[in-house]
């Protein structure tokens, strides 16, 4: 009985929390409605309308543009209960799922599913049109000021995490900021901020990857735009977006643009140490949200408010806080250009001050160990040294593997190698001494008796024990 006394007790205070009448939910300060309408294309998207009960009206609107990934309303929930307890009716959509990709992404189209949004709010009873504006978080700070820059429609912006340079360029600073916090640097980080995004770049695997957010702002003439960004971004680079944010309004001749840093937040404006983790707030897949960073939520429903009452704030720009690291242009757009990035040339290819390169000096082909079809036949000269080998005490030529008369193939590869294996080397210190009794090494050289070798590669693993050997 007392798992059916439990259920009771939760049934009582789901219905004192909600209660549905004609579509509407009430919640404790706040009435949600499920609404349908026609985004780009035709598509038909599915959002929630949030509105604080009692309100005096018209009151101003806001639409909520996501940012990548699937972007359900619920990941959204705070944001959209903090503005629309404010007094401001709020828009919460789910994202597009036809048209939208890891591989194919359309900003254009994502604008027109926003400025139907806007066209919805607009159409609302109780919601004053002159005032309805968007917000857009991370990827949404690229799609908001394209979509405010189609339509007069949209009366001011807010951008979180929105980022300055290109969507390629972006997440290169995403991924090598990643890796150093886990403690990858070095020639893997530079692979991956150099040929392997341009090898995804050129393929066309990362979609939108040219996009450039700055033509959009310079046609912000005159909406109020409030630009934010977590102090702990790791995601994308905030004191190199804001400086761009701040050269392109003002390119606008854009009045009332603010810039601000939002204390002890992350990417998405919620709580963090250090911007890798996220501080209480609900689940999301299995992942803590974290909860609105302090403050974050009052800077923008107030900026709100004095833009609805016609007094939007003049323009200006906070400090930025420190960032990590610098991005990184992606030069060109083939990795192949990574390859042929201009290097120091080797020191004997230097140019001479005439301003020609000298050529390499030819050396005489000594003794080679035929091991390929790559050997020197007798005479040949070649630009690196060849390999000489002392073999009882005379200089003698290996016969070349591909020359007449020689043998062919792996055969010939084996055979090479089982006699020179049989060969017995002897030691001799790279300036010998007088010699002395045979089988004897000079006094004061440190060599043992009799020593021999039996193959090359004990040789070149014991180079440190024997001295100049070269084989």
């Known amino acids: 009985m007392a798992w059916v006394a439990s259920a009771a007790l939760f049934a009582a205070l789901g219905a004192r929390a909600e209660a549905t009448n004609g579509g509407l939910i009430r919640q404790v300060g706040l ?5 349908s309408f026609r985004g780009g ?6 959002g929630t309308v949030l509105i604080a009960p009692g309100a005096p009206g018209p009151r101003p609107g806001i639409v909520l543009i996501g940012g990548s990934g699937p972007g359900p309303r619920a990941e959204y929930r705070q944001e959209a209960e903090a503005f629309a307890r404010a007094g401001i009716t709020t828009l919460v959509y ?27 709010l607009r159409d609302r009873k109780g919601v004053d049109p002159h005032h309805v504006g968007l917000w857009g978080f991370s990827e949404g700070g690229w799609v908001a000021p394209l979509a405010a820059a189609r339509t007069s429609d949209v009366a001011f912006l807010i951008t979180i995490a929105g980022s300055g340079h290109f969507p390629l360029r972006t997440q290169v600073w995403n991924l090598t900021t990643h890796l150093k916090h886990r403690g990858v640097d070095g020639s893997f980080s530079g692979v991956v901020a150099g040929p392997a995004v341009q090898l995804v770049g050129s393929t066309g695997l990362f979609p939108e990857a040219d996009y450039d957010p700055r033509p959009a702002l ?31 309004l003002d390119a606008a001749g854009n009045k009332h643009s603010v810039i601000r840093f939002v204390p002890g937040a992350a990417h998405n404006g919620h709580r963090t140490t250090d911007g890798f983790d996220r501080i209480g707030g609900p689940y999301f897949h299995g992942k803590p949200l974290g909860e609105l960073a302090p403050g974050y ?11 609805a009452a016609g007094h939007p704030p003049t323009s200006s720009t906070a400090p930025a806080p420190p960032q990590a690291t610098s991005s990184i242009p992606v030069p060109g757009h083939s990795w192949s250009t990574w390859l042929a990035r201009p290097r120091p040339a080797p020191r004997r290819l230097r140019r001479l001050p005439s301003g020609r390169c000298p050529a390499p000096r030819p050396h005489r082909a000594r003794r080679s160990l035929a091991l390929g079809t790559g050997s020197l036949h007798r005479g040949e000269h070649s630009a690196v040294p060849a390999r000489r080998l002392r073999t009882g005490g005379r200089r003698r030529r290996a016969r ?12 010939a590869l084996r055979a090479r190698r089982a006699r020179v294996g049989r060969r017995r080397f002897r030691r001799r210190p790279a300036q010998a001494p007088r010699r002395g009794k045979r089988g004897v090494a000079p006094a004061g050289t440190g060599r043992p008796r009799n020593g021999r070798v039996r193959s090359v590669g004990r040789v070149v693993g014991s180079a440190a024990a024997l001295g100049p050997v070269v084989t």
């Open 94 to 120: 789910d994202k597009r799922t036809v048209g939208y990709s890891r591989t194919h992404l359309d900003f254009g189209l994502l604008a027109d599913d926003a400025l139907a949004g806007v066209r919805l």
């Open 41 to 46: 294309g035709g598509l038909i998207l599915h």
């Open 218 to 248: 310079k046609r912000l003439h005159r909406t109020p735009v409030l630009a934010l960004w977590g102090e702990h971004d790791a995601q994308v680079p905030p004191r190199e977006s804001a400086r761009i944010f701040r050269h392109a």
């Open 400 to 411: 070349h593997v591909g020359a007449p008369g020689g043998l062919a193939g792996g055969a």
């Open 31 to 35: 009435v949600r409605q499920d609404v």
């Open 297 to 307: 939520a009052h800077t923008m429903t107030s900026w709100v408010r004095a833009v």
